[in-house]
């Protein structure tokens, strides 16, 4: 339920995860988010929660075709310690699904499991805004209006949009 009307700010940090915190992903702001189209979506769509930097869920905002079209805060108090839980893991689970596929890690990215997995963030006992700085080196940046993606984003964000 939610009982503010308002949009976070354009500036605001927004992020997702999945709903079996399987992937996460970090946008710069709602806009960001909103021009996000990605190829490739998982059918059926996925279940995701959206927060902001401060551990505050944030409710999707439909239009009448059922298109996102922005978010809104919940009535529900921040918890910057279970999104953080949930950030960690997202991040054990690519860890884990990294060590049990070490040919495909090897075919699609050229990393041995040893190299993937000393690149892979660890986030348990982090805080969030630490959780969330990670995520953020490895989600890609914002294209300009009307272009292509600047930054395809490194082998375990890939790995995430594969997998989840």
Not at 41 to 54: C, I, S, T, Y
Not at 97 to 103: L, N, Q, R
């Amino acid at each position: 339920m939610t009982t503010e009307t308002s949009t976070p700010t354009s500036t605001e940090t927004v992020f997702v995860i999945d709903v079996n915190d399987r992937f996460a992903h970090l946008f710069t702001s709602v806009p960001d988010l909103l021009g996000t189209h990605e190829k490739g979506h998982v059918e059926p769509p996925r279940g995701l929660d959206f927060f902001d930097q401060d551990g505050r869920r944030l409710a999707p905002v439909f239009d009448e075709c059922w298109q996102l079209v922005g978010l809104v805060e919940t009535n529900e108090e921040p918890d910057p310690q279970a999104i953080q839980a949930r950030l960690a893991a997202v991040f054990a689970f690519l860890a884990e699904y990294t060590s049990g596929h070490p040919t495909e890690i090897a075919d699609d990215y050229g990393l041995s499991v040893d190299e993937a997995l000393g690149e892979l963030p660890q986030l348990a006992g982090k805080s969030l805004s630490d959780s969330i700085a990670a995520l953020g080196g490895v989600t890609h940046y914002p294209a300009d209006a009307g272009t292509e993606q600047k930054d395809p984003g490194n082998w375990f964000h890939n790995l995430m949009h594969k997998i989840s």
